[in-house]
């Protein structure tokens, strides 16, 4: 077992705002655990800190899955719309059999 010479800080950030759930969008803490941090030895401060790093990598994967759909919307729907005026022609294919060769005639 390490000693520890030094109380675990504070892992606030000084952005004091909470989500629906209670937790702080600075450091991740419960209301709890912001209350009793003063009261906590330090193998709790520790514990707490672990939660608030998972508290936030579920935080951050929620995000990553929430743009990632955005963006597949926004591709679904660009492929839906009429392609703009500005855009290159798309060459088509002609696939009847009756092709059209215009190099015999002259202008």
Known sequence: MQLEFFDVPSPCV????????????GC?????????????????KQKVIKRCIQRKRRQDKKKLDKAT????????QHQAEQ??????????NLSNDSDLDFGDFEL
């Open 83 to 92: 392609p703009s005026l500005l855009d290159p022609p798309i060459k088509s």
């Open 14 to 25: 000084g952005v004091c705002q909470s989500d629906e759930k209670g937790c702080c969008l």
């Open 69 to 76: 759909e955005v963006i597949a919307i926004t591709e679904e």
């Open 28 to 44: 991740m803490r419960t209301r709890d655990e912001r209350k009793e941090w003063i009261n906590l030895d330090n193998d709790n």
